[in-house]
């Protein structure tokens, strides 16, 4: 694989950006490779290299790159301007459609990006409460605030530390967290904290450390202890949201939160976030309400118009019945490719969600953190080598797009072969 053009790129973006890189995820040591264009399930960087791609910009892409449909809405959208700083029909009619599909929606916010909108559940959460502290599940991800930027505290304090310089103390330890899969600890947090507890913060699947799957009874637990101590239930959907079904994980697993977050898919590729919920806590939200939250791009038509050319094809087309099925291929032939070579690794996933783990399943983040991580980002160096773009982490979810042919995964699937036998 050439990559002298990427390579020199970079030398001049480390001067320019923090590890010269926009987002920590996209560092790929010792450099990444720059994308020059991208078409269904592919991806060319400025030296010529095609590659296959199941990062998909981490989800979003469900459709794969430059979809027909949603490049056409888009366009038309640009013919008619794309940023009016006033209400347009278009945020009406994708918010007639989400709260359609979404049990747990009735109504919403349209915000930029999944972090907003996990930021304004929170507010929200604690506005309508009164109270401050959250139960958040570890390894969860709910993007990159103050509240969420937060890790488990050591042994007997359940309350949590700051996980990134400049994070207040005094916001950390509001953030309790619980261990994933696990009903009594979370029981157990909000007995302790009996009246303080605002909201339950939760991936319905864990998506960013895996995926982990919830166990039979799991959700359906939760959605209990929640309801039984006054506490807001919160499923961050921003990964699941019309990637598990139209209607996200809730529908999928029948279990139905008061409030939901939303990004990634339904903004079709562009900028997007949505909170949204019960109506006796939506109608708390400025203006109609006193929790202040607001933005120059909320609702924006560019972003509003893809994401609902995405959920035409998606709806139109049963897309995500095919894309689980393919989804379900996958994990069995890779399953297969495991067991065949006898390497003790464990396949995971559910829908057009997959992920190969070096080591066994886990069903926590602890249980994730024991996985060989520095062999699956040699594993991961070589699969790019060979033309396929798996995130360069063992924690990072690999993603499925409708573009993504039979042809194309069988061509991953004897990559996939190679690379592990060696
Ligand atoms: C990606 C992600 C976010 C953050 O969304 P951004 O648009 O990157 O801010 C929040 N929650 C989950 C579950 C995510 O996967």
């Keep these: 694989m050439n990559s002298d053009a990427s390579s020199k790129l970079f030398e001049v973006a480390k001067r320019l950006m923090p590890g010269g890189v926009s987002s920590p995820v996209r560092a790929i040591s010792p450099y990444p490779f720059y994308v020059s264009r991208a078409q269904g399930p592919h991806l060319w960087d400025i030296d010529g290299n095609k590659l296959v791609d199941y990062c998909l910009a981490y989800g979003p892409m469900v459709l794969g790159h430059r979809?027909?449909?949603?490049?056409?809405?888009?366009?038309?959208?640009?013919?008619?301007?794309?940023?009016?700083?006033?209400?347009?029909?278009l945020e009406v009619r994708l918010a007639e459609r989400i709260v359609d599909l979404y049990p747990?929606?009735?109504?919403?916010?349209?915000?930029?990006?999944?972090?907003?909108?996990?930021?304004?559940?929170?507010?929200?959460?604690?506005?309508?409460?009164?109270?401050?502290?959250?139960?958040?599940?570890?390894?969860?991800f709910h993007g990159a605030h103050d509240s969420v930027l937060v890790k488990a505290g050591s042994g007997a304090t359940t309350l949590g530390i700051p996980d990134s310089l400049g994070v207040p103390k005094d916001t950390a330890k509001n953030t309790i967290q619980v261990p994933y899969n696990d009903l009594g600890s979370i029981e157990a947090s909000l007995s302790e904290f009996e009246g303080e507890?605002?909201?339950?913060?939760?991936?319905?699947?864990?998506?960013?450390?895996?995926?982990?799957?919830?166990?039979?009874?799991?959700?359906?637990?939760?959605?209990?202890?929640?309801?039984?101590?006054?506490?807001?239930?919160?499923?961050?959907?921003?990964?699941?949201?019309?990637?598990?079904?139209?209607?996200?994980a809730q529908t999928f697993y029948n279990v139905v939160p008061d409030m939901t977050t939303l990004g990634k898919i339904i903004g079709g590729g562009f900028p997007i976030g949505v909170v949204g919920g019960k109506r006796e806590l939506?109608?708390?939200?400025?203006?109609?309400?006193?929790?202040?939250?607001?933005?120059?791009?909320?609702?924006?038509?560019?972003?509003?118009?893809?994401?609902?050319?995405?959920?035409?094809?998606?709806?139109?087309?049963?897309?995500?019945?095919?894309?689980?099925?393919?989804?379900?291929?996958l994990r069995k032939a890779l399953t297969q490719i495991v067991e065949d070579l006898g390497l003790g690794y464990s396949v995971v996933g559910i829908a057009s969600i997959f992920k190969i783990f070096f080591g066994?399943?886990?069903?926590?983040?602890?249980?994730?953190?024991?996985?060989?991580?520095?062999?699956?980002?040699?594993?991961?160096?070589?699969?790019?080598?060979?033309?396929?773009f798996l995130?360069?982490?063992?924690?990072?979810?690999?993603?499925?797009?409708?573009?993504?042919?039979?042809?194309?995964?069988?061509e991953t699937l004897e990559v996939y072969k190679s690379n592990l036998r060696d």
């Design 360 to 388: 066994e399943a886990p069903k926590n983040y602890v249980e994730a953190l024991k996985c060989d991580k520095a062999g699956y980002l040699a594993f991961a160096r070589r699969m790019l080598e060979s033309g396929v």
């Design 391 to 410: 995130p360069p982490s063992q924690f990072e979810t690999n993603f499925l797009s409708a573009a993504h042919s039979e042809d194309v995964i069988n």
């Design 197 to 248: 507890v605002a909201a339950v913060i939760m991936e319905p699947v864990l998506g960013n450390i895996g995926p982990i799957l919830p166990e039979a009874g799991y959700l359906e637990g939760v959605r209990r202890v929640t309801k039984d101590h006054d506490v807001l239930l919160i499923f961050d959907e921003v990964i699941t949201g019309f990637r598990l079904s139209l209607g996200g």
């Design 104 to 140: 747990g929606i009735d109504m919403l916010r349209f915000v930029n990006t999944g972090t907003e909108a996990t930021m304004a559940a929170l507010r929200i959460a604690r506005g309508y409460t009164g109270k401050d502290r959250i139960v958040k599940v570890e390894g969860g």
């Design 282 to 329: 939506l109608e708390m939200v400025a203006p109609s309400g006193g929790i202040y939250q607001a933005g120059t791009f909320n609702g924006s038509p560019t972003p509003l118009a893809a994401g609902m050319a995405t959920l035409d094809v998606l709806e139109k087309e049963r897309v995500l019945e095919r894309l689980n099925s393919r989804g379900d291929e």
């Design 67 to 89: 979809h027909p449909q949603v490049m056409k809405r888009v366009i038309e959208q640009l013919d008619r301007g794309w940023l009016y700083g006033t209400p347009s029909e």
